[in-house]
Each structure stands twice: as structure tokens, then as C-alpha cells.
């Protein structure tokens, strides 16, 4: 119940396009949902995070899509950039604040 | 601002010295800090939480004498590895959350790439 379950495990998207990853949660009580990105040898990022009061939060090419209904949340990347190549894991904090990952994706960017 | 420091960022030591990795918040006080392990192209796993001025929390399986954690003040806190060996080379990743009930954002520092010979 405590498991936050992610896919896909890689991803390759040609330039410009649309990258999408999702995650899904089983315990109801999870109230926070933020997406870390992380590049090689780095610590991991706060990239965007949402709460379940709201369907959609959007910080320039980086959307969540939260759906409470059905306990699964997604990140998209519009205009996917080089750059963009990282590794993503998704996460919630139980109720001692320990964040439960993912098991994160390696999104390619090709140029 | 939330910024989080780590150091060193990598150390080399032979088998059976202690090394101590510091993490510290650079622009907020911490009451609780995190410590992670991570292997190569796997997600993090948490080894202990830090809070400060108490003892920490191992999680299962985490050999609390061979990973002492230390949360002296609300900006800084350490994790010693004794006795390094070889299968403790990993990369070590420590978080920081600002203190509030509703503050559940963890700030993690740039991680420290440990080398056991």
C-alpha cells in the first residue's frame, strides 16, 4: 500500500515532442505528489509537485496531471529538449515525511 | 532559495577508515534530515531520518553502528561511515525538509560519490 509504481522504465522521444511518464499509488492518504529530476551524478531535483485538491498544475514545458479517482498522476514534457535527458522519479510523503520514489525513468531526448 | 549543500562531493579511502559526510541547509533550518543510498540506475533508498538533537531512525536493515548519523543543529547534519569496505561504495544523497506541518518538500543536496578501496 505504501508503493508508488512508475513507467515506464525508459523513454526515447525525438526532440520537440511530447514526453510522458506516470505514476500510480495505492494508500488514499498520500496528499502531495512531487516529480524530482535528477542527471547523472547529481542529487535529485524538485521539478513540480501538486496536490490532490487540484487536477493539473502546469510550470512552463512541465504539466502534472493528477487523476484521484483512479490513484495516478503523470508528468508531461512539452517541447522536449536535449537537456531534458535525466533520470524521473516520481514520489509521495507518507505521514512521517519519508518520501516513497518511484522507481524512476530514464528519458533520451534525441536531437 | 532551499539549498542544500553536501561535502565532500567524492572521497577515495581505504578499506577499513571511517569517512563522515557532512549536509547542510544552506538557507532554511531544518528540523529533519534524510539520508539515501543510491546504486547505479536504481532509485533512492533511505537509510536513516535525522532529526535534530535526537537520535536517528534507521530504516530495516540499515547497520545503525556502521552509519552513525549526527543532527547537531538545525542546518547541519553528518553521516559517518566506519570501517568503509568495499560494498559501501555507493552514492550517498542526504535531504533536508523545512520545519511546518504542511512542509513535505525535501530539498536534497548534490550527493557525495564514496570510493572504498
Known amino acids: 500500500q505504501q508503493q508508488v509504481k512508475q513507467s515506464p522504465q525508459s523513454l526515447i522521444v525525438q526532440k520537440g515532442g511530447i514526453s510522458i511518464i506516470n505514476c500510480a499509488y495505492e494508500n488514499t492518504a498520500f496528499d502531495y505528489f512531487p516529480w524530482y529530476q535528477q542527471f547523472p551524478g547529481k542529487g535529485p531535483a524538485l521539478l513540480i509537485a501538486?496536490?490532490?485538491?487540484?487536477s493539473e498544475k502546469k510550470e512552463g514545458r512541465f504539466t502534472i496531471s493528477f487523476n484521484k479517482s483512479a490513484k495516478q498522476f503523470s508528468l508531461h514534457i512539452m517541447d522536449s529538449q536535449p537537456g531534458d535527458s535525466a533520470t524521473y522519479f516520481c514520489?509521495?510523503?507518507?505521514?512521517?515525511?519519508?518520501?516513497?520514489f518511484g522507481s524512476g525513468t530514464r528519458l533520451l531526448v534525441r536531437p | 532559495g532551499a539549498v542544500v549543500s553536501q561535502h565532500p562531493s567524492r572521497v577515495i579511502c581505504k578499506s577499513g577508515t571511517s569517512v563522515k559526510i557532512e549536509c547542510r541547509s544552506l538557507?532554511?533550518?531544518?528540523?529533519?534530515m534524510f539520508w539515501y543510498r543510491q546504486f547505479p540506475k536504481k532509485s533512492l533508498m533511505l537509510m536513516a531520518t535525522s532529526n535534530e538533537g535526537s537520535k536517528a531512525t534507521y530504516e530495516q536493515g540499515v547497520e545503525k553502528d556502521k552509519f552513525l548519523i549526527n543532527h547537531a543543529s538545525l542546518t547541519l547534519s553528518t553521516l559517518t561511515v566506519t570501517s568503509a569496505h568495499p560494498e559501501d561504495s555507493s552514492f550517498y544523497i542526504c535531504?533536508?525538509?523545512?520545519?511546518?506541518?504542511?512542509?513535505?518538500?525535501?530539498?536534497f543536496g548534490p550527493g557525495t560519490r564514496l570510493l572504498v578501496l
Open positions: 538557507d532554511f533550518q531544518a528540523t529533519t
Open positions: 514520489a509521495a510523503p507518507d505521514s512521517s515525511y519519508k518520501l516513497i
Open positions: 535531504s533536508a525538509r523545512p520545519p511546518g506541518q504542511g512542509r513535505k518538500t525535501q530539498y
Open positions: 501538486i496536490r490532490p485538491d487540484v
